[in-house]
């Protein structure tokens, strides 16, 4: 194991609430990233953080943000969740460019 | 933007062989490959950089064409273990970003 998870596991919530996912590392990589994965969109770059207090957008970062304020938390916040945002999150560790990337065990989030 | 992969599923009989490929229209510096079992995290398989030698791992292996911007996994004489969904996933130079494709879904059957 590479020594990630991610909480919760498992998570309803309302439209129009805010809501975060953590990823917690215990493997000191530099590298941390957040997916969704969607049926017949595989999975898509949302942000992520090649440091501390150093992120960047992915593909469909619309609607979300992040912070990184220790090597081994990565947040991911839904400011207002919206249906579409009902997937399954992944967190992904490496430690640099170039090298296999580890992942969490997802969450699924659900926006009624 | 995203890579994209061919096909988007197999079918196999155990001991048959399959590519998967995939493609992107950006320069690579590297390819990634990753399986995923239903309701779990895709796991590495492999990578390879450019300017590097094709791998393999038992009886998978990979190609990647830095001219093309292709990459092909190769799975020989398949196994039952062998099902899951396939992903490529596709760094560029100058960037930190590891881009996944759709994915190929692989089901191998007694």
């Known amino acids: 194991d590479a020594g990630i998870t991610q909480s919760p596991r498992h998570k309803v919530t309302e439209t129009g609430t805010p809501v975060t996912l953590r990823c917690h590392q215990t493997?000191?990589?530099?590298?941390m990233y957040w997916y969704r994965q969607d049926p017949g969109h595989g999975l898509r770059l949302i942000h992520y953080s090649y440091g501390v207090k150093d992120t960047d957008k992915g593909e469909v970062s619309d609607g979300y943000s992040v912070s990184r304020s220790k090597t081994e938390d990565f947040l991911l916040t839904l400011e207002s969740a919206t249906s579409s945002q009902t997937s399954v999150y992944f967190c992904?560790?490496?430690?640099?460019?170039?090298?296999?990337?580890?992942f969490g065990q997802g969450t699924r989030l659900t926006v009624v | 933007q995203q890579p994209v992969q061919s096909p988007q599923a197999v079918i196999l009989r155990e001991g048959e062989d399959a590519v998967i490929n995939c493609s992107s229209s950006k320069a690579l510096y590297s390819v990634h490959w990753y399986r995923q079992k239903h309701g779990e995290a895709p796991v590495f398989l492999m990578i390879l950089l450019k300017g590097g030698e094709q791998k393999g791992h038992e009886k998978i292996s990979a190609s990647f064409n830095e001219k093309k911007q292709q990459s092909s996994l190769y799975l020989t004489a398949s196994q039952l273990s062998y099902s899951g969904t396939y992903f490529c996933g596709t760094e560029t130079p100058n960037t930190d970003k590891l881009i996944f494709g759709t994915g190929t879904r692989l089901q191998v059957f007694p």
């Open positions: 493997e000191n990589h530099r590298y």
């Open positions: 992904a560790i490496r430690w640099t460019r170039g090298t296999e990337a580890f």
